[in-house]
């Protein structure tokens, strides 16, 4: 028993410093990437790094990045994507905090760029990090042509179509207030919180040129990590204070959101997430690769404490 928790807390804190390498590493891209403060105009350039920057656990990133590493791609061809994927992800919670969504004071343990900047900025600012990630990939010399133009085709999937996470915030919205069933709760999220997560492993595997049944078993993965993250995130937003998570606590319930506690309660919640956990590591069996690193992701989402 001894040997088992000394094993996780292990692996736990070799994953603790994969993530805090890729997020130092990225962040680094991000700032790069994106105009300086100083050119005009230069409220909406403020406002883009102030919400791009600062904060964020650059989940996504990590994600691409060991997916891409698990089948030998290396680091320089990966970076760009995984920048670009984080661009899209900041759009969507800079947009998702406006007043006519969430309508939230708080993000990444600092005030929403709408608070800060105004909402017209904030608008702006989320348009400006969607086209910048699409350019992004497509002026990435470290990849060919066929390879940019696959990934955005599929980044673009992931947001915008009727699959994708713009269309799983829709029917979050018209959701609100109403009773929903497991089945609707699950489409909502596959779309909202599943498209992006998915879209990070598979750009990982395209990106290494993975053939098409590994593809598929990175995506099936994949799609498991992105219901075991929201199912999480679910179980944050009552167990975790405002301080620790970033973002105002509590918030699923006071906006009247069908959430798996609600329906579940808190136990059989944990445990729908052990299964989900488990299922989607199953995925990596038919991977013929040295697959651990995606395992302790998938743990470390099922433990993840913000
Ligand atoms: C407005 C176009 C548009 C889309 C909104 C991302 C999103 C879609 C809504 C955010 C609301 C939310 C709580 C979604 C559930 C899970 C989720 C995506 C959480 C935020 O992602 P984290 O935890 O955030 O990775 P950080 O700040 O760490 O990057």
Known sequence: ????????????????????????????????????????PKKLHEAIRWSLLVGGKRFRPALLLAVGKTFGAKDEKLWRTAAAIEMIHTYSLIHDDLPAMDDDDLRRGQTTCHKKFGEATAILAGDVLQTLAFQTIAEDENLSAEIRVKLISELAKAAGTPSGMVAGQQFDLEAEGKSVSIQQLEKIHHRKTGAMICVAARSGAIIAEANE???????????GLGLLFQITDDLLDVTQPTEVLGKTAGKDISAEKATYPAFYGLEKTRRLAENVRARSCQELEKIDKETSLLDEIAEFILKRKK
Do not use: G, R
């Open 213 to 223: 049944q590994e593809l598929e078993a990175v995506s099936n993965y994949a799609s």
């Open 1 to 40: 028993m001894l040997f088992y928790w000394f094993t996780i807390i292990l692996i736990m804190s070799k994953l603790k410093t994969f993530f805090a390498d890729c997020a130092e590493i990225v962040e680094k891209k991000l700032d790069a990437l994106v105009p300086s403060a100083q050119i005009e």
